[in-house]
């Protein structure tokens, strides 16, 4: 099993250089990058001279680069403008050098929030944590218990009515649930807020208070994002008791005067639970990095999905390139603890 570690760990690297490579690439071709939204900003009278220049880096007062719309730019501010960016430089040097950053975890900075990629995922990752935190816990609670329950009474009308209810949720995208939830229990019903994570008073409450706004407002988003996530947990369950209930095992703890519910509890339920308990990880990192970002957007929570879909907006590279690193070597070692688990809940399997 070292062995199998060690081979998949270095494979994280062509595949991590991989990803950047076709990403760097496509970049290359998108338009409107940030030299020429920071000089159409600047000709509108909101670039240099609107404060967009001190955040990415420039002032009106830095070096005299504020636009003047009537004259066009001069090839010397433009070009002081690309070295700003590092567009000075060609793509193969920059992509070189933003790899020896990332060799040494340096994400950048960003053009346009003035910090470093790294200090602007701190920022946002409590609010994503948040979500994703809520979203995993709730969706295994329910997810699990239900499955067991629809395994037990496979074809009665329960089964049936829950099947039914699971895959609407399913089927439904957890972006269009949530305009659903804001326009009814946030807008007509007014029952709850419309956007943010807590109140404009929040810091003045109590504990208790601090506790019931910070529900109150988390109730529509992550009510958006379980609804579609347990659907494949809770059949998943469904199926690996029903598998588990026809082996031969069962029958034999039948025939030993075993209760029902000992025969689930001590014998099915523990081994039906590999296939769950494995995909535990997975399912933890997904629910804090992936799927957010529509709701993130929809609710105005200053998360990680809304900073990637901002970041996308604006083309600042290095938080999309930074946050595409970190994401991606995240997600490659999730997916190698994953596969190590089977081991670990079920010494049968070997990698060999």
């Keep these: 099993m070292l062995a199998y570690a060690l081979k998949r760990i270095l494979l994280m690297v062509p595949t991590l250089f991989g990803v950047l490579l076709l990403t760097f690439a496509v970049i290359q071709f998108v338009p409107g990058g940030p030299v020429e939204q920071y000089l159409a900003e600047a000709k509108a009278g909101v670039g240099a001279a609107g404060g967009r220049g001190a955040v990415g880096g420039v002032s009106s007062d830095s070096g005299g680069l504020t636009y003047r719309g009537a004259r ?36 950048g900075r960003s053009f346009f929030h003035n910090k470093d990629v790294w200090q602007l995922i701190q920022e946002k990752l409590p609010v994503s944590i948040s979500l994703g935190l809520w979203t995993f816990v709730l969706s295994y609670l329910i997810s699990v218990p239900l499955g067991v329950a629809k395994a037990m009474r496979a074809g009665s009308r329960f089964d049936l009515v829950t099947t039914l209810i699971v895959l609407v949720g399913y089927a439904i995208p957890g972006f269009v649930l949530g305009v659903a939830l804001l326009v009814i229990f946030g807008g007509q019903l007014q029952w709850f807020p419309l956007r943010g994570l807590t109140s404009p008073n929040f810091s003045e409450l109590s504990l208790l208070g601090k506790v019931v706004d910070y529900l109150w407002h988390i109730t529509l988003p992550v009510t958006s994002m379980v609804a579609g996530s347990f659907a494949v947990t809770a059949m998943l369950t469904k199926n690996s008791v029903l598998e588990e209930i026809r082996k031969q095992y069962v029958l034999t703890a039948r025939a030993k005067g075993l209760s029902e519910r000992q025969v689930l509890w001590k014998h099915v339920f523990r081994n039906a639970l590999i296939p769950i308990i494995t995909g535990f990880p997975a399912a933890f990192i997904g629910a804090f990095f992936t799927g957010a970002l529509l709701i993130e957007t929809l609710f105005s929570l200053d998360g990680l999905g809304l900073l990637s879909y901002e970041s996308v907006i604006r083309r600042d590279y290095p938080v999309v390139l930074g946050t595409l690193y970190l994401f991606t070597l995240i997600g490659l070692v999730t997916k190698l603890i994953n596969d190590l688990s089977y081991v670990w809940v079920d010494p049968r399997v070997k990698f060999d």
Aim: proline fraction near 6%.
């Design 72 to 107: 066009g730019v001069d090839p010397a501010r433009l070009e002081q403008i690309k070295a700003l960016y590092g567009f000075d430089k060609s793509a193969p040097q920059r992509f070189v050098q933003m790899i020896g950053q990332f060799a040494r975890f340096d994400l």
